[in-house]
């Protein structure tokens, strides 16, 4: 039996400009083997890890949400109260 030698017929992947929205970063690339533009943002749902998506408008939203948890978080550590501990030296 004589076996196919497969060629792969895609293309690199192209890096493209990224965007700056809201003092973030969106890194932004064309696909090589379907041409689609992928944009990189901060995803909720996977515990804000980078994640890809072909909607630029759902990349502004994550990052918007992306920012208001990282103020919320930045207000909790601000209003927890400082233990102190005082020592007597007395002997």
């Known amino acids: 039996m004589r076996s196919k030698k497969l060629t792969y017929r895609g293309t690199p992947s192209e890096i493209l400009p990224s965007i700056l929205f809201s003092d973030y970063e969106i890194k932004s690339l064309k696909h090589g ?4 533009t992928l944009f990189c943002f901060p995803s909720k749902a996977h515990n804000w890890e980078r ?12 990052i918007i949400k992306y920012q208001q ?23």
Request: glycine fraction near 6%.
């Open 33 to 36: 083997n379907t041409g689609h």
């Open 51 to 62: 994640c890809w998506t072909l909607d630029l408008q759902t990349a502004k939203t994550g």
């Open 69 to 91: 948890h990282l103020e919320k978080d930045s207000k909790k550590t601000s209003e927890m109260p400082v233990e102190s501990t005082v020592l007597n030296n007395k002997s």
